[in-house]
């Protein structure tokens, strides 16, 4: 054991050391951070040795294949242009297809009468196969960029209505007659019990939604397109060129770890009034 002055001289030391910079890295980037900037450059030392021990390029391609093809496919400024096509695909398609699911989703699970008569139109239509409608997308708003925002909002829709419909229908009932009997308005009801109740169920489809914009994009984009990441992934499929195929998948990736970023960090200002880390508001010594 430590006795108190051991103890003492160690933090005097810990002091000293950051006074003159010599502070862990793990405490300016988080040793979780850390830990898992060291696993990917495990991972890819072992991906590039068994790529070069092993002779599988032409199956799995290797990290420093896939740097090469980045620089070329940035040094044409290709590589902008594909990744601003696709995210204004995704993005639009995202934007609509959460804005109405939102809305539809609340009114039809508030509204039980109308939920229960459109909900089974709704569930049938559900159960189709996406992907079997992307020709007829093509039929109807070309091959251009129209086409694979509509594809995307129709994907992006399906999740997030589903969430808030049930997120509304979970509303405590016993509370808005209680609400109403107060005096509340149907206002105030709207605002102050249904929606912040759904709104945690809506953040939840965005939040599964949000990778369905991409798949919405980049299905369209394999159907049909002149430009895009999923066109230069369809491309690169055809003459064979695994190192293309994963870059395009790699940027994919990062385009998707940055949005739900940027919606994790939307989602907690607008839910601040929760408290995550003490959800059932039980005392802080329990």
Request: one cysteine or more; aromatic letters at 14%.
């Amino acid at each position: 054991m430590t006795n108190a002055s051991e103890r003492t001289e160690l933090y005097a030391a810990a002091s000293d050391a950051g006074a003159f910079g010599l502070r862990p890295l793990g405490q300016f980037f988080g040793r979780t951070v850390v830990l898992q900037a060291l696993t990917l450059l495990l991972v890819l030392i072992a991906w590039q040795a068994v790529a070069d021990i092993f002779k599988t390029q032409f199956w799995t391609s290797s990290p420093l294949a896939i740097i090469l093809y980045f620089g070329t496919w940035a040094k044409h400024g290709q590589l902008w242009l594909d990744v601003r096509i696709t995210l204004l695909e995704a993005g639009t398609g995202f934007v609509i297809g959460g804005i109405l699911g939102a809305v539809v989703g609340f009114v039809l699970g508030w509204v039980r009468r109308l939920g229960d008569i459109f909900e089974p139109f709704v569930l049938a239509f559900y159960t189709l196969p996406k992907v079997a409608l992307a020709p007829l997308f093509v039929l109807w708003f070309g091959i251009g960029v129209f086409n694979k925002m509509m594809f995307a909002t129709l994907l992006v829709f399906f999740m997030v209505f589903f969430t808030t419909f049930h997120g509304a229908r979970q509303v405590d009932r016993e509370l808005v007659v209680n609400a109403r009997m107060l005096g509340a308005s149907r206002w105030q009801v709207w605002t102050k019990i249904a929606m912040p109740h759904a709104s945690v169920w809506i953040f939840a489809g965005i939040r599964i939604g949000l990778p369905y914009a991409l798949i919405g994009a980049i299905v369209g984009e394999f159907i049909a397109a002149e430009a895009g990441v999923g066109f230069r992934i369809r491309e690169a499929t055809s003459f064979f060129d695994t190192a293309a195929v994963f870059a395009g998948l790699l940027v994919l990736m990062a385009i998707s770890l940055f949005c739900l970023g940027i919606l994790r960090l939307v989602e907690r200002r607008v839910l601040r009034w929760q408290s995550t880390n003490n959800p059932v508001g039980l005392p802080e010594s329990a």
